[in-house]
Structures are given as C-alpha cells and as structure tokens.
C-alpha cells in the first residue's frame, strides 16, 4: 500500500512539473548553465563533453553520452546531491500537492492530441475579431460594470463559437453556437497554451453552468496576460475581475482563470511588487484565499532570490464576492449579478 501512495505521489509531482521543468530547475537551485542545451561535462558522472539538457518531452530530459538519459527528477539528484526524497519534498513546494490538478473525475474518454487541440485553438482564434465597441463581447463586460475605449489583445470577439457537450459514451457532441469571449493563455514562454471561452448571450453569460470552458487541459501556472507586467503586477482569478482591478487600479494585471491554477502560477523574475487579489469564497471552503495566500507564500520564500519581493493580497470583505462586484458597487452600477 505503501509503495503504491507512494507512486502516486511521484506520478502527481511528475503531472504537476511537466512542461514547467526549465523553470523549476534553476529555482531550484540547478545552474542555468547546465541548462543551456550545449554539450558539456556531466553534472551526474562528470564526464567531459557528453550531456545535454534537451527538455524534448517536457520532462526535463537530458542525454548523456557516459550514463545515459533521464529527467528532471534524476537531474536534481544528480546536479544537488539531493537524495530522492528532498528531491520530492522540494518540488512539491513550488508544484503543490494533494488534490488533483484537473476534474478528470468522469469516466476517462480518449482525449484529442495537443497536436490537434493546438491547431483547433488555432483555428477558432482566427475565426474570432477585436472587440469592438457594441459587440457581444463589449455588451456583456458592459454589463459587468467594465467599461474600456480600448480591449487587450489577448481578449477577442467570436460571433458563433460550437457549443460542445459529451453523449453517453464519452463524445464530444455540438449542441449549439454562441457569441463568445475568447481569451488566450500564455505559458511561462510567452506563447499561447490554449483558449479560455465565455459564452454568451444577449449581453450575459449564456448559461449558469459550463458558460466558461478552457479548451484543453495542462495549462498549469500559464495566465491571460491582459496587460503587460513590468516592475508591479497584479493577479485576479476571473478575467472580469481582473478587467475591474485593472480599472480601479490602473496596473498591469493577469488573470489566472481559476483558483487552483492561481497557486501554481509562473511570474517572471523582473515582477519586484505583487498585488493578489483574491476572491471571497468564504461561502464555499476559502478556496480563493487559500489559493491566493498559496501563491503569496510561495513568491517570498522562493530559494535563491537575492532581493526579496514585496507582495500583498487583497481580500473582499463580503463572502462570495469577488472585485469585479465590489468595482460594480463602487460606480454606483445596479445591474442585478446573475
Ligand atoms: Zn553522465
């Protein structure tokens, strides 16, 4: 039984890391150097000339010619004499651990490749426009209080995005078309991981649950980066509550789409001042600050940091609220929320 928790456990960190390795590495403490992707001399056996860190799978992969290949796991033991269990142990505090990283719950379908999925993000991205002033799109941030002469380009208008569910046997099925508000999610890189999408219907959301979908799975601590970063940044879950804070703040500002993937967030080093701004779900488990204080927590330990980073979370008073409402109820708006 043992043995098997602990697989588990090694299989979780493993989900959790993959992707992330070139990241998580020199936070870690592994010299950059050795990640450089050049031939060199082994940090595991020392011969000279003969490893090269690749990360070909996204599992922090490298090859040497004298021991031969491995990963991220073995690289850290290897290249810090950490022994495996340190290695566990440190990952887990920048990866997180425990409850699993996405709702796989249901009865397991054959998922589409990334391949695919990346060109069908694609696809739907180029079907879509900029928001312009009247559409859809504009109509419901309206609504919501968030009123902008100009949208972020990471934002875009689609006029009839598939409405998809899952039929008994696990296939996706169209069940209608909707206006939608598309949004791109960036990894630590920069590019676009996949789409976040929020149907809508006349002015609103289009339906009280499932309105909101991430195309594919495994976009851990990538964000919507609304505004660029620079020295101040500051993060809100939802795109509209981050469009709020934006407003009242005038800071640059990222959405991190959901409370869980908040915690895992990737900042770029250059972010000196952070401001968190966490909803209230003080009516359902504290999950948003608990999220929020995660990632506040792990920023000012990071191992490794010379200078220190100054950074703040802010919590709305009332439970179940975030600051989308409390920016509504600021300018006097008296749109019901649905
Ligand atoms: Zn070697």
Redesign the pocket.
């Known amino acids: 039984m043992e043995s098997e928790a602990f697989e588990a456990r090694v299989a979780d960190i493993k989900g959790r890391a993959h992707g992330r390795w070139s990241e998580l590495l020199p936070m870690l403490g592994v010299d950059k150097k050795i990640l450089n992707k050049r031939n060199q001399p082994?940090?595991?056996?020392?011969?000279r000339d003969?490893?090269q860190y690749t990360d070909k799978f996204g599992e922090g992969n490298y090859h040497?010619?004298?021991?031969?290949p491995g990963g991220g796991l073995k690289l850290l033991q290897?290249a810090l004499g950490w022994d495996f269990g340190t290695v566990l142990t440190k990952l887990e505090e920048h990866v997180g651990r425990g409850a699993p990283v996405s709702h796989h719950s249901h009865p397991r379908t054959v998922e589409p490749s990334a391949d695919w999925m990346k060109k069908l993000a694609k696809r739907i991205w180029g079907e879509a426009q900029p928001i312009a002033q009247g559409d859809e799109v504009d109509r419901y941030l309206r609504n919501r209080g968030i009123t902008l002469s100009a949208y972020p380009k990471v934002l875009r208008y689609h006029p009839a995005l598939g409405f998809y569910e899952k039929d008994a046997s696990g296939k996706s099925c169209q069940v209608a078309e909707y206006p939608a508000m598309l949004a791109c999610i960036q990894g630590a890189d920069g590019h676009a991981v996949t789409l976040h999408r929020t149907y809508l219907t006349d002015g609103r959301k289009a339906l009280q649950h499932e309105a909101k979908k991430v195309l594919s799975a495994g976009f851990g601590g990538s964000a919507i980066r609304l505004y660029a970063a620079d020295e101040e940044l500051a993060i809100a879950e939802g795109i509209e509550t981050a469009l709020a804070v934006h407003l009242s703040t005038g800071k640059p500002v990222w959405a991190t789409i959901n409370a869980g993937n908040m915690e895992k967030l990737w900042l770029p080093e250059s972010v000196r001042r952070i401001r968190i701004y966490a909803d209230n779900d003080g009516d359902a488990q504290f999950e948003g600050q608990a999220c929020a204080f995660s990632l506040a927590r792990r920023l000012t330990r990071d191992v490794n940091r010379t200078d220190s980073r100054q950074v703040e979370v802010f919590v709305p008073r009332h439970a179940g609220t975030d600051w989308a409402d409390v920016w509504c109820s600021r300018i006097g708006h008296v749109e019901q929320m649905a």
Request: net charge positive.
């Open positions: 082994c940090p595991l056996c020392a011969g003969r490893f040497c010619r004298g021991c031969g290897g």
